[in-house]
Each structure stands twice: as structure tokens, then as C-alpha cells.
């Protein structure tokens, strides 16, 4: 059976331009990029290129990109070491409540050593609350973490309007980008953004491998300490193939994202349109603001697990906020932030596109999906209800 | 985590093509449960009868769930375990059984099938009281843990 990938949001396809640059540093240019022989001298010469690669598609400079294992390692170097760095000057830290699991983890961690956390809450589309970030900023707020875009919903976050505040009120600013870096436009001087998260497995690059950009100037604590690669900031033999590709697949994003954010854009309409047109069925998330990859709906009287099972009997790979997918049984924390009651929150469904969708796959999945909703709707005792 | 392996074989199939689904609209007993903590709901309808000895049986039963793919699994086989059997019979299943039928269920999905004989028991009890029998002493006592466990947190 042909299958179709609509999960881009948990992970993508390595784009056969990325692999095919990464293979010669696996197999002729595999030097440390620290040694000083030639070939160490070709391996650093690769990291450069695509650290230049990456600050161009963020408008930063490359000494300003620090290359981690990927999004969850920036998140928590960004968070911890900038907590570290500062606790001089206060203990107070700002997320929002619908932040990545890796975020509201660090941020709990931290609050377990000291520091003082404020959740920032959301509208009922995911839009976190200006007027409220105000009110909770204190003399000690040492940083707001906000993400730019969020992986389940798919709601783009007013982060231009959240630099300005910080830089207001002299406070940092780090975002999680990790859902929208390469997808749409990022400037991280006209947003005032000092630190950003991005992972190149998002964007059709290898997975272990993503960076955070510093603002030149920023003090931040490692979190890994050795050798003192990475500017000192991140210790470790760099992933050389890893970052080549993650440099490559930037490169990719810059110069295609105009044509492929229409072509993706087109092709989420087109589902969301369709999803909608099923009785008691709901789009989650901002209705304009959104991902251009992002489609995420919930439908009553059935259960999300159990629709990605019919899904991917007929060969859809989709993704869910439900709890019965996850190891903890409760509903995605997003959904039930955007205040989804947990019935509702339990019939969520999430489909996110990628550069390797095609229309053709799209027709075929919105004559699947009315199918599979039927079919689970006829085994639940809520359907005369509807 | 890829939801076919999660899951065994006999899982799937029963997920897949589920039996006994739907509702029986003159049912003798309905019994109605939920898991507070997952939100998963269960409606069990039987249909009694008497067998030659005079015992009463269980001649039909269907179910409707809204849950994940282990409760519409579970529902499903134990509608298969106990249709024919006597009330007796029936009121002896555990969940143990159940899940050997199943070839097996992941760890955190062993609630589900304490979904699937609670609702039996919620059955038998509602068609005990309609039909204005005396509830045996065991019943009435699963009867009230039962609602113990459907009220928490909700
Ligand atoms: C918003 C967000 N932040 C962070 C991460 C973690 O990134 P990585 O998988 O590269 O550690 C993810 C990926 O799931 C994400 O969606
Ligand atoms: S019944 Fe709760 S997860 Fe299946």
C-alpha cells in the first residue's frame, strides 16, 4: 500500500539534496573539525559554510549560531543558561503555557532550584495574552521564553510585539522556532529577538542536530562543559555530517520557502476545508495565523487514537492530542489551553504537510477521512446526539 | 509510537472489524461506564433469555464505545466472551481474561478492559433492578465501586 505522510510536524523526509552533501563527510572528509591537518581544516571550513547558511536565513550573523543536538538542547541551553548567567540580577522567568514539553520541563526543573516561573496563558485560538505579559513582567524577570509557532495547533505567536515589550523593558527574549524556521519568515533583529531555537529535522535535514542563535553580546552559562567548542558555549566534537546537512537544508528553505509556503498553504486549505465540511467537527488553532503546514481539528463523539488507527489502516500517517495516545491519559496540555473540554480535546486530530505532499495525496486523504470519522462515529454511544 | 505495533494482532482485528457493535433498542440491561481519568465511555445492552435448564442467559448483547483502540477492542471481545453464556457464567469474567483473548494489551491500556467488565457488571445490575430481582450481595457491592471509579476527578 502507497503511503502518506501527513506528520512533518513530529518529523520530516531528509531532502536527497541534504543526503547526498552529508555522505562524503561520512565516508572521505570525516576529520574533527578541531584538528589542524587538512583534513580537520575541511571539516571546520563545512561547519562555517553552513553556519552562514543558517544566520542568513534568520538575518543574524554566523558567530552568532551556536550548533546543539538539536531543539530540545537549544531549549534548555537557552533557558538554563541564561538563568545561570543572570541569577544575579533576578529569578524570574516568563513561558506560556502551550510552550514544547522540553521548555515547560527546563522551566519546572529550574523552578525546583530556585527560580521563579510565570505561565503565560492563551486565547482560545493560542494567542498568548499581550496585555497579560505586561502585567506579569517583575524587576526581577530575567527572561520570556514564547515560542514563534506552536507544534500541535499550529497558532503563530505576535513575537514581534513580545521583542518589543523585552526590549522595553530590558528584559531577554529567547523563542522556540523550532515549528517555524525555514516555513516563514524569521528576522531576528527586526523582531528583537537574543536567542532562538531551531532543529533541522523539521525541515527535511538530519535529525540530532539543530542550533540556537545567541545575540552577540548576550552572557550565557553552558550547559555542556569540554573542550570548549562552539565558542565555549557548547562542548562536544561537532556533528559535521549532521550540521552540513542542517546548513543545506536551511539553504533549501531560504530559497524555495515563497513558492513552497503557497503550494503547502494551498494544500491545508483544501483539508481544513474539507474536515470542516463533516457535521461537529472543529478547527483548532488560529483560523488565519497559523502554520502554512499546520491542520489540526477535533471531532465529537470519537476518540483520536483511535482515528489515527483507522488512518493509518489506509495508509495515513496523521498524529493526535489525545490522551490516549500519550503515556500520561491526559489531553494534550495545549488543547485543553485553548480551553477544548477533554471530550473534545480527546477527538483531535493533526495533520501536517511537508515539501514531499502532493495534491494527489491530499484528494485521496479528504475522501478517507469523512470514511474513518463515519465509521468510529456508528461504534459511539454519543451518535444519536448528532 | 506507531499504533499498529503497539498493539497485537488479535487487537487490531478486533479494532478493525469490531462484533457486536451498535445498540439493541428494547435491551433488558444497559450499563453505562466511564474512565474518568482517559474520558473513554462504554455502553453495554444485553438481551436475556431462558436456556433448557431454565437458566437465565444472555441470548443477545452489543456494545457502542467512544475511546481509544483497546476499549473498542475489549468491548468488542467480551460481547464475543459472554454471548450465549449464563448470567452466572458471565458475572465470573475477569479482565485477566479479556486481555489473554486480546493476545496481550500494553501496560497503561489495562483500563480499558476494566471498562469492558464494569459495563457487563452495570448491565447485569440495571437488568437485576429493572426486572426487580434480588440483587446478590456481590453485585450490588461492584455496583457501588464501580460508580466509586466513574466519579473520581471527573
Ligand atoms: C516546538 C518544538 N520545540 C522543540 C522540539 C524538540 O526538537 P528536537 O526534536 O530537535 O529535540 C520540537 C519537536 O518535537 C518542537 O515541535
Ligand atoms: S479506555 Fe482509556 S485509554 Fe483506552
Not at chain 1, 110 to 123: A, Y
Not at chain 1, 151 to 170: L, S
Request: aromatic share 6%; proline share 3%; net charge positive.
Amino acid at each position: 500500500m502507497k503511503r502518506i505522510y501527513l506528520d512533518n510536524a513530529a518529523t520530516t523526509k531528509v531532502d536527497p539534496r541534504v543526503l547526498n552533501l552529508m555522505k562524503k563527510f561520512f565516508t572521505d572528509k570525516y576529520g574533527n573539525p578541531n584538528s589542524l591537518h587538512s583534513f580537520g581544516i575541511e571539516a571546520r571550513e563545512a561547519i562555517e559554510i553552513s553556519r552562514e547558511k543558517i544566520a542568513n536565513l534568520i538575518n543574524a550573523n554566523s558567530n552568532e549560531i551556536i550548533f546543539t543536538s538539536g531543539g530540545t538542547e537549544s531549549n534548555n541551553l537557552a533557558i538554563k543558561g541564561i538563568a545561570f548567567a543572570n541569577k544575579s540580577k533576578g529569578k524570574h522567568i516568563i513561558v506560556s503555557s502551550i510552550e514544547h514539553h522540553c521548555v515547560l520541563e527546563t522551566v519546572h526543573w529550574l523552578e525546583k532550584n530556585g527560580f521563579k516561573i510565570s505561565f503565560l496563558d492563551v486565547d482560545k485560538y493560542g494567542v498568548v495574552n499581550i496585555e497579560k505579559l505586561k502585567s506579569l513582567i517583575r524587576r526581577d524577570t530575567i527572561l520570556v521564553s514564547i515560542m514563534h509557532a506552536n507544534n500541535e495547533i499550529g497558532t503563530i505567536e505576535p513575537i514581534k510585539e513580545i521583542g518589543e515589550i523585552c526590549k522595553d523593558y530590558n528584559i531577554l527574549f529567547h523563542t522556540d522556532a523550532v515549528q517555524s524556521f525555514g516555513k516563514i519568515e524569521i528576522d531576528v533583529k527586526k523582531y528583537n529577538i537574543d536567542l532562538l531555537s531551531a532543529s533541522s529535522h523539521k525541515i527535511h535535514g538530519p535529525k540530532g542536530v539543530g542550533c540556537l542563535y545567541i545575540k552577540e553580546g548576550t552572557k550565557i552559562e553552558p550547559i555542556l562543559h569540554g573542550g570548549g567548542q562552539e565558542f565555549g558555549i557548547r562542548s562536544g566534537t561537532e556533528n559535521v555530517p549532521g550540521i552540513v546537512g542542517f546548513g543545506k537544508a536551511a539553504e533549501i528553505c531560504k530559497k524555495e520557502m515563497k513558492n513552497e509556503k503557497r503550494r503547502i498553504e494551498k494544500m491545508r486549505d483544501k483539508l481544513i476545508n474539507n474536515i470542516l465540511n463533516i457535521e461537529n467537527t472543529r478547527l483548532n488553532g488560529h483560523p488565519k495565523i497559523r502554520l502554512p503546514n499546520n491542520v489540526n481539528c477535533s471531532f465529537e463523539f470519537i476518540e483520536g487514537e483511535a482515528l489515527i488507527g483507522i488512518l493509518n489502516e489506509f495508509g495515513i500517517a496523521a498524529s493526535t492530542g489525545s490522551a490516549c495516545s500519550s503515556r500520561s491519559l491526559k489531553p494534550s496540555h495545549v488543547l485543553l489551553a485553548i480551553g477544548l473540554s477533554p471530550e473534545i480535546a480527546h477527538g483531535s486530530l493533526r495533520l501536517t504537510l511537508g515539501r514531499f505532499n502532493t495534491e494527489k495525496e491530499i484528494d485521496y486523504v479528504i475522501k478517507k477521512i469523512p470514511e474513518a470519522v463515519e465509521k468510529l462515529r456508528n461504534l459511539s454511544p454519543y451518535k444519536k446526539r448528532w | 509510537m506507531n499504533i499498529a505495533e503497539q498493539y497485537s494482532k488479535l487487537v487490531m482485528k478486533h479494532f478493525k472489524k469490531p462484533h457486536n457493535y451498535g445498540e439493541i433498542k428494547n435491551a433488558d440491561g444497559i450499563g453505562t461506564v466511564g474512565n474518568p481519568v482517559c474520558g473513554d465511555v462504554l455502553k453495554l445492552y444485553i438481551k436475556i433469555s431462558k436456556n433448557k435448564k431454565g437458566k437465565e442467559i444472555i441470548k443477545d448483547i452489543k456494545f457502542q464505545t467512544f475511546g481509544c483502540i483497546a476499549a473498542i477492542a475489549t468491548s468488542s471481545v467480551i460481547t464475543d466472551i459472554v454471548k450465549g453464556k449464563t448470567i452466572e457464567d458471565a458475572l465470573k469474567i475477569k479482565k485477566e481474561e479479556i486481555i489473554k483473548k486480546l493476545g496481550g494489551l500494553p501496560p497503561i491500556k489495562v483500563h480499558c478492559s476494566v471498562l469492558a467488565v464494569d459495563g457487563l457488571y452495570e448491565a447485569i445490575y440495571d437488568y437485576y433492578k429493572k426486572s426487580k430481582k434480588e440483587i446478590p450481595f456481590f453485585l450490588e457491592k461492584a455496583h457501588k465501586e464501580i460508580l466509586e471509579r466513574n466519579k473520581k476527578e471527573r
